[in-house]
């Protein structure tokens, strides 16, 4: 089958959960192709729901990861995506309150990450919702508005670390026609 194995599955094995960065920016150009990647995942009814708040004000970045331990990492990262859902907008247009904006906006952030190392940089899914400390910090810091929740953060940047990639499918979490 390795020659199933083709470029694009490559990259999405070789996706790493990096924290630590180099302190040079991301191109312009790559954060506008990760923003397209973001918007390019699918959303349920196709509600579309997510904003994406681009973070690359290092003073703002150095607030934020001083604020809240969980966020250190974004004291070196150059550069972070939050994923962001009006959520109370949401509910009421789409008649959705089962929090299916929660997998839209995973989608959203997992395309991101994925386009991240195509592009030759790392990255790492920082949680947000449902983590109080971490809420209030984001919040109030990117001015979200009443209503609204993040998701998580794409922290992202060229990493300092070098991980194995992804291998192979754990035959015990598979199963077939049944669990
Ligand atoms: C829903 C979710 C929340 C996560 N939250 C955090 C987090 O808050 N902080 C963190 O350092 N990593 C976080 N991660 C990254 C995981 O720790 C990481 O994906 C996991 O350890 C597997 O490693 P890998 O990404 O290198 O394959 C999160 C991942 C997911 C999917």
Not at 20 to 25: C, D
Not at 114 to 129: F, S
């Amino acid at each position: 089958m390795d020659n199933l194995h083709n470029e694009t599955v490559g990259f999405i094995l070789a996706r790493r959960s990096v924290r630590s960065f180099e302190p040079r920016g991301v191109e312009p150009e790559k954060v506008s192709i990760l923003l397209e990647c973001g918007f390019a995942a699918p959303s349920s009814k196709n509600s579309q729901p997510c904003h994406l708040i681009v973070i690359d004000d290092k003073e703002l970045l150095r607030k934020m990861g001083n604020s809240v331990e969980q966020f250190r990492m974004l004291t070196e990262a150059p550069l972070a995506i939050a994923v962001a859902v009006d959520v109370e907008n949401y509910e009421r247009v789409h008649k959705m309150t089962d929090g299916t904006w929660i997998e839209d906006a995973s989608a959203t952030i997992e395309n991101i990450l994925i386009a991240a190392r195509t592009l030759g940089l790392e990255g790492c899914w920082l949680q947000v919702l449902n983590r109080s400390e971490r809420e209030e910090v984001a919040l109030s810091a990117l001015n979200i508005p009443n209503g609204a929740k993040i998701l998580a953060l794409a922290v992202l940047g060229y990493g300092k670390e070098h991980k194995s990639k992804h291998k192979g499918a754990p035959e015990e979490r598979v199963h077939k026609n049944a669990w």
